[in-house]
T-cell receptor, first 111, second 118 residues
């Protein structure tokens, strides 16, 4: 089946630093989504990308849909303690409803 | 309710027992999804309902797993003869979705049921 390779697995940063994480796949995805999950909660959507090359921002978050449709990255600028959590990329490939998730990036922000 | 509600939030059971996990979607949402999240992994698709019918159950791992949505609202995920490998967080999500529409931000996840099989 389709798989997403997400990196890094974890990041430990200081408050105020910028963060970058990415996802790659050997197969094409038609939609890329980035979610954040906090302990004991379900994933919450941060950014959705629908077109190859698309660059979208949501506050301090910026994400891009790779031109090849096989990768995406998420940047967080000027991190704050409440950014702590697990960030997941997810994609829609052959199906228009079945999400494939990466394994997540655990972000820790030291105040 | 305001969001997707899942009960119980935690379930501890013994190997071989039967369990039911309940999902109350957002009122009016026609589509309902079950995902399973193992420790250290991302969620994995199990089953998708459009209305009362299971439109895609290809993610159910084996015939011990079954899900129903008899009135097109509440859904129950049923696991027979539980095994230790079934331990995971079971997430439910719902959306108001037209069949041909591409999934977008109108997908809401519940907080999940943490299932522990001893």
């Amino acid at each position: 089946g389709q798989q997403l390779n997400q990196s890094p697995q974890s990041m430990f940063i200081q408050e105020g630093e910028d963060v970058s994480m990415n996802c790659t796949s050997s197969s094409i995805f038609n939609t890329w989504l980035w979610y954040k999950q906090e302990p004991g909660e379900g994933p919450v959507l941060l950014i959705a990308l629908y077109k190859a090359g698309e660059l979208t921002s949501n506050g301090r978050l910026t994400a891009q849909f790779g031109i090849t449709r096989k990768d995406s990255f998420l940047n967080i600028s000027a991190s704050i303690p409440s950014d702590v959590g697990i960030y997941f990329c997810a994609g829609l490939g052959g199906s228009n409803y079945k999400l494939t998730f990466g394994k997540g990036t655990l972000l820790t922000v030291n105040p | 309710g305001a969001g997707v509600s899942q009960t119980p939030s935690n379930k501890v059971t013994e190997k071989g027992k039967y369990v039911e996990l309940r999902c109350d979607p957002i009122s009016g949402h026609t589509a309902l999804y079950w995902y399973r999240q193992s420790l250290g992994q991302g969620p994995e698709f199990l089953i998708y309902f459009q209305g009362t019918g299971a439109a895609d159950d290809s993610g159910l791992p084996n015939d011990r797993f079954f899900a129903v949505r008899p009135e097109g609202s509440v859904s129950t995920l049923k696991i027979q003869r539980t095994e230790r490998g079934d331990s995971a967080v079971y997430l439910c999500a719902s959306s108001y979705r037209v069949k041909t529409a591409v999934l977008n931000e109108k997908l809401f996840f519940g907080s999940g049921t943490q299932l522990s099989v001893l």
